[in-house]
DNA sequence: TCGTCTCACACATTTGAAGAGC
DNA sequence: AGCTCTTCAAATGTGTGAGACG
């Protein structure tokens, strides 16, 4: 899927790719998708479950570890927020993560994507989050693309990758091109690593990491003033709150004193108009001031804010015995280094050090003892110690199946080091369980402050890579809801989703996802289940408005996320400190061990568990690799669609398409089989839309559903005789998109926004006569996969036509909100009006600072900027996708941007 | 009334340009 | 002329609190 065309700027070189962004055009849900979204139970989400690796594939050993996991440990204990602003908002802490196994001489795109965890819409109440409603419609998905990308394996491996220049925006109109969220949901971001032999030759290898304790609730100002403390003291750009800095609450409470007195004074002043009042006056005006500071002095300790002396400055940290509530000594002094720069390597490895004692201390008693932990309904949930070290996953692993996995939580639960922290089996989670029975669940649970982030996705080290096996491309089709592997949804559940929900228990077989409630014991028992449901859920999914069986939602995509981090995949690091590492999606058999939900997090995340289902995964939880890699698994790959879905494999079928991860991929032929194992496992997978898309979409859904899957496969027409484009290959697998499945924006509105908006001034070699209507034929856009980034590549695929047709699909960019799937529309627009046509463009000067660009972290670029890539946009004339270029477009940004986003959302972007 | 969001604010950090020195 | 280093200003990132909005 990924392609020149996908990311024109990569070929262009680094500059440009930080500059530029692309949009594919994903429409937003259909209103009708949003609601089956929310019905949908997390689980649906679930990655893929790995099928088999092939063992050959270097793609096996990529690992990927979270470099900075320990302060992300500390964040997901008490619940982590990002702010989410209409000018777009940094993530704190930063993505940095650490790749390996890759191919030192081959290049690969990095990209980031930030999938819903659930379908719930969370409010901080009594301390904790909790679920109240169903998540809003689903926004177009975006990718960030690193800034580095593409490089070569050595360039990655040779350094931190960091994604802190992405921004977050609840602005959906936003464009900028950030990554555009709903405030206060639950989000987990993934990264995927895909192969870019060539440039014509992406996706060949996928791989999709996702870390458990990067789970977030985006919010537009934080609710936990622990959260806010954390921040303080671990964001350089917060010193001047910390309790030294000029901008503590001391000083502000002082100055803000001062103002009032000079205003008082002034006022004063006027009125009086006496210049010997005034001269009196001041003194009083003085003191009030003084006495403030002294007061707010003595105040400011006890208070909560973050300020209290308890937050010792760094230097106070690092001196100071006091345990920090949060770890904040950990983070004090980390804090220094790690923000400092962009993080040398070394700097990260102390930096990891530190939190990593910290986050041993935020497992202490103490600690947890001040962050409320989840309270489950009933039943008490083992808390669940924040799993350090991966270790605790490896107590999870390998359940099985659908586990019910709540043994697994046991596991988890007894992990000593954990500080309580309840966790949810992430069958628990709320969001994903859709099961009717829940209904209370729907309610959060009292108790369940936070809900715990799935168990899978605690695991730091969690990461589903997805190896994109063959299979994978060809089977999957993210939306064909009828795959085999959704086969088993009973008709009554959310059909469309391909995720089997036992109605009654809902329960998706989906993969790992599942939760069926009654399969899983924590689902069954409501206690256990730490997180609240979201009321969305399907069955008793309140909205009426929501179609049953629509309820595919996006947000059960969202909860996939959690899937990956199956506990029983994961390899527990027996050491806590060590960082987690990611690994690529487990192989389909894992899907077993996937599950093992119970596991709470180990880290304890607040977050209410996602629900891992993995019942599919399951299967391979034995060999859950430590937290280190488990490379094979990815071979399986397809099962993991969902995470990344399915990755083309490498071997590149011959379709070539790429298949996205979508559930959709899953379907596709050879998929069943698969997909019948990787549902279990989807740990991350991706949520299959496919199943509930068909079924809801009642239009598109017939074909779409076929043709949806060709989405994610859409094949690119690439040059390459031989086999499926390799871009088109790539499928992303949002998890989400999957859902969305969006239609297809209309290539109208995309070119008119591209091309007009963003117009040349990116691509200016791009002669727009070039531009190949036939190619991008309204109709042969298919529509767009749920997943971002399988739409994007989808899109890129010229094969895709077919779909484009399909009315399911709604697309419409304009959809954005919710594209009705009438609304779908062509591309035409694109096909002839577009602009770029262009066959090649070569951009000489550009591509040799690849690697040096940005992030501020690299080092120079190792290698030679992709001498071999020459800029081409159309390089298959047959290819319909144009279209991607279109959407590229140089982001406004600021000077300091760097990094590109792709929007996968429909909707044009301005 | 409550919850949520937006905005302006002040401060800290980062970035890049300009200048000086070699 | 070219390079390196330092300085400075601007841009950007950050949390806070007031106010607006529904």
Redesign the pocket.
Known sequence: MLGVEMYPSLALGPQRLSDCYYRAHVPLYPTTCDMAARGLPPRLLQPPPATAETPGTPQDSVKMELENASLWKQFSTVGTEM????????M?PQLRMKLSGLNPSLRYILLLDILPVDSSRY???DNSWQV?GGAEARLPDRVFIHPDSPATGEHWQNRTISFH?A?LT??TLDAQGYIIL???HRYQPRVHVIEARDVLMWGRAQHSFTFPETQFIT?????N?KI?EL??NS???????REN???C?K???A?LKRKITSNQEECLDIESCDPCDSTELLPQSVEIPSSALSIINTALPITD??FHTEVPSLLDQTVSDQPLVLGQEFLTSEIPSM????QTASENNVNNTLMDGSGQMMGLSGYTSTFPTPQLSSSSHASVPLPQSSSIYSMVSSTQNSGLQLPQSSPISSPPSMSTYSSMPSSDHPGLNTSTTMPSSTTSPPGSSYPPISPHLLHSSSYHSFLPTDQSQDNLSPHTPTNPPFQSIPPSSCQGSGLTIDPGQNQVDYGGLSSSNATTPAVQNPTQTAFPFPPVQSSNDPDPTSPPCQSLPQSALAFQPVPQCNPNQIPTPSDPNTTPTAFPFPPAAHSNSIMTPSNPNPMGFPFPPVQQNHSHNLGTPGPTPPTDSFPASQSTSISGLRTIPEIPNPIYPTTGSFSLPSTNVIHQGPMQSVSNTLQPTTAYGVPSFPASLPKHTPGPLQNPAPILTSHTSYPFPTPIPSGPHPLQCLTLPSSSSIHSVPAIPNTTQIQSTFSQSYPNPSFPHIPPQTANPCQITSQSFPPIQTSSTSQLLSQFNPLVPQASTHPQCPSSSNAYPAVAPTEIGTFSQLSSAAPYLPDMVLHPSLLPSLDSSLS?SSPPSLYNPFPSYSLRLCQDPRSTLHLPLRHIYRPP?????QGSYFDLSGRAVF
């Open positions: 702010i989410v602003t209409k000018k777009g908002r940094r704190f409010r901080f109440q109240v220049r921004k609840n602005n709903h405030s206060l919010v537009t100002a934080y609710q003033s806010t921040k303080i964001n350089p750009f917060a010193k001047g709150f800095g000029m901008n609450k000083q502000r409470e100055r804010s973050g923000e400092n720069q962009q501020s940004q600021h000077a300091h941007g």
